[in-house]
């Protein structure tokens, strides 16, 4: 029997990444280059509910021969709870889920709005302008954005801290986002002939209950995938257990927003097993 790696391994297929569009530090042509050159063969861009770097990085995709899946991370709300949904395969210029996106980020501006004004109160002025500056082509500010503007600021001494200090659940700062529910997101994917996958479900800190409860509602939402290795960790075997006997596929991305030290880079993601469902094929298929 063949011992799955201890740590992420190399791959040539990396299903979720960021961009300068949403919270990552690379331009779409940048991305897309670092990825070929790292040899990467299948890419995804999923910026953060917009898909408006697909266009530069499909044209550096093309001119790099590699292939770029046109994707998209969706925030959502489950009980209580922010959770991201991958849209994989998307048909980007779909109106349904355009619409949805546009939602989005108007959820996103009025958001920031308010952890800026929080950040006021807490003796922090220019935030808003200040987390703009770091937006690059963002067209809706993120935490990340803020997170930047702290740390230039010296107010915390890295991004974690900025998290763990004011922007994170519970923190002053923190604003409890209402973005859309699992159904919805899954049917806007649906919508553009997407795939749906769960982004990390590791990071959500679950119980084993809470997960299980979560997988239930992912598929009868017509949830298609679960991704298995987010932030290159190995996913634990049972984690993989119940995403099979739940019948989703499984799908594995770096879920890169930046070069660094303790962070994957691109392509360094855990590799899905030969035999087993993988999401890949699926989009292959849906391509073909
Ligand atoms: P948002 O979607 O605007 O609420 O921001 C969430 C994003 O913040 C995630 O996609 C990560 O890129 C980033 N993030 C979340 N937690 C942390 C953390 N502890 N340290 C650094 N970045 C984080
Ligand atoms: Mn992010
Ligand atoms: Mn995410
Ligand atoms: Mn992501």
Redo the contacts with the bound molecule.
Sequence with gaps: MVSPPAFPHFLSIDLHT?STFS?GVLAPVELVQRAAARGVRVLALTD?DATDGLDEALRAARACGIDLVPGV?I?VTWNEQ?L?ILGLGIGHRDAGLQQGLAGLRRE?EARALQIAARLDAAGIPGSHAGATRHAGKAIA????HF?RFLVQQRHVRN??D???LY??AGRPAYVA?AWPCVETAVAWIHGASGQAVLAHPDRYRLSPRMMRSLFMDFRQAGGDGIEVNAEGRFPSSTQVRLALEFGFALSSGSDF?APGKNVPDLGEVTAIPEGMPAIHLRLRAAAA
């Excluded at 500010?141 to 990340?144: I, V």
């Design positions: 960021h919270d953060h991370e925030s922010t991201h996103r500010l993120g935490r990340s997170a991004a974690d900025a998290f763990r922007l994170g986002p927003h």
